[in-house]
């Protein structure tokens, strides 16, 4: 996973990409892909988050396993067998709201997407309706970028323990 990428774009990008794909004149597509036409690597993402949250990089197969783990010693069954956790495990483990996307990104799991298991997406279509798009100058998220990213989640409390 630490050596495939991500296709994130900045808002700011995006919305000037959206303003041009409103006023390109050979709309004779009706979808395009928006995310960045030059992905990065997912390794310059995580190194700059592991950093900034004081947290080890480990296999994304490894986090998810010990996730699991914790879920399934937390959870109580209801009458149907399904398992319930506290509403205190999940403020204690927000990942734990989110353990089914993250189980559904391991089984996609193949070479062909992205760091997070997505798909690739063609872009073509997108830089050729954005000029901002097709700028080979365009810029990609930075580590800088990632760094403003945590500093506004945490002043939002979005990182909060």
Known sequence: MF????DWIQVELAAKALCEF???AGAGF???HLVHPRPVSWS????VVSDHLSVPLVPYADWLAKLE????????QS????AHLRVEDLKEIPALR??????????GNDEEGNALDFPRLDTSCAVAASPTLADPQVHQV????????????RAGGDLDA
């Open 79 to 82: 009458k149907a067998g399904d």
């Open 142 to 153: 930075t580590s800088e970028i990632v760094k403003e990213w945590l500093k506004s989640w």
């Open 98 to 107: 989110l353990l089914s996307f993250y189980q559904a990104l391991k089984l």
């Open 44 to 47: 310059s993402i995580a190194a």
């Open 22 to 24: 409103r006023h390109h």
């Open 3 to 6: 050596s495939q990428d991500v």
């Open 69 to 76: 783990a914790r879920a399934g010693a937390h959870a109580g």
């Open 30 to 32: 009706r979808l395009v």
